[in-house]
């Protein structure tokens, strides 16, 4: 997000940095509060002119954009998403003051909205804090408190439309066994001149003016060991993994205008053998 933006009513929110301890099912949490720290607001793809131009690599359409790097499937009235990812260490003696997010969500990709619940991996100076959120932008980040997390944690989510104006977001710490599910109404769903719901994503983004070095994010059952989290969604026409969405695949780099022009910022791999798996790479210097 550093553009930093307050979250449900402007209050500052008590963030888990630490794993909790086991949860029995239907015990409350009380996760090990070390900071507390303001949420983050997480955007829609940001392509700024002079952003360079998307190209085909290897029959997949590669964009370039400031923010977003990762995967995204275009497309019409999706009704679900779902993926699974690993929150990987930040190094913030490198890369202080900084963030970056790992998430799923529909819409975003060419419209003025996003449906999303996802994790951040930030860097409060010099030091690591992470936390589990959902969002339905432009409305604020909600901080989810009764999911912990930790460096090295997975992960799997889904968003879920329900119909009318109704979404569910599902978010699960697969270490912890910690899980979270809520209905949310949410009239403001924009597609900018196209009906609403008319992308999906699996995206590693920076929330504001640098990006936390977090090494190489690993997203997809592949590479998550996540049963059942693999990368895929549905649409009016395509149900399954990234790949069955063949020319409607978007591979997105995020990218920053330096001194030596264009540069990279986060790069995602080509997709693994089950077409769904993919790891980010963290370029930015």
């Known amino acids: 997000m550093p553009t930093k933006r307050l979250g449900i009513s402007g209050i500052l929110f008590a963030l888990v940095t630490l794993p909790a301890l086991a949860q029995a099912p239907g015990e409350s949490v009380s996760p090990l509060v ?30 370039y954009n400031l923010i977003w790097a990762g995967y995204a499937v275009t497309g019409s009235d999706f009704t679900q998403v779902q993926g699974s990812w690993i929150v990987t260490a930040v190094d ?3 890369t202080p003051n900084s963030d970056s997010s790992e998430w799923v969500g529909i819409d975003g990709w060419s419209s003025n909205t996003v449906e999303q619940v996802g994790t951040d991996a930030d860097c ?10 959902y969002e339905f932008y432009p ?3 909600v901080v989810i408190k009764d999911v912990s997390i930790a ?6 989510a889904s968003v879920t439309y329900d119909g009318g104006n109704e979404y569910t ?11 979270f599910s809520k209905e949310v109404e949410f009239s403001g769903a924009d597609g900018s001149g196209v009906p609403p719901r008319n992308s999906a994503e699996w995206i590693e983004e920076m929330d504001g003016n640098e990006l936390s070095d977090f090494g190489i994010d690993p997203f997809g059952e592949l590479y998550t060991g996540v049963s059942g989290g693999t990368d895929s969604a549905v ?17 997105s780099i995020s990218t920053k205008n330096g001194s030596r022009g264009s540069e990279d910022t986060a790069v995602p791999s080509a997709l693994a053998s089950d077409g769904a798996s993919f790891k980010v790479d963290w370029k930015s210097e």
């Open 34 to 63: 070390t900071a507390v720290v303001t949420p983050h607001q997480h955007r829609p793809r940001k392509v700024l002119p002079g952003t360079r131009p998307a190209e085909v690599i290897d029959g997949v359409t590669v964009s």
């Open 92 to 94: 913030c003696t490198k």
């Open 124 to 133: 409060n100076g010099k030091s690591p804090f992470y936390y589990v959120w």
């Open 139 to 141: 409305l604020n980040t």
């Open 151 to 156: 460096a090295g944690d997975k992960f799997s």
């Open 169 to 179: 977001v599902s978010i699960t710490n697969e270490t912890t066994g910690q899980y």
């Open 235 to 251: 649409d009016a026409s395509t149900s399954g993994p990234i790949i069955d969405f063949g020319s409607a695949v978007q591979r």
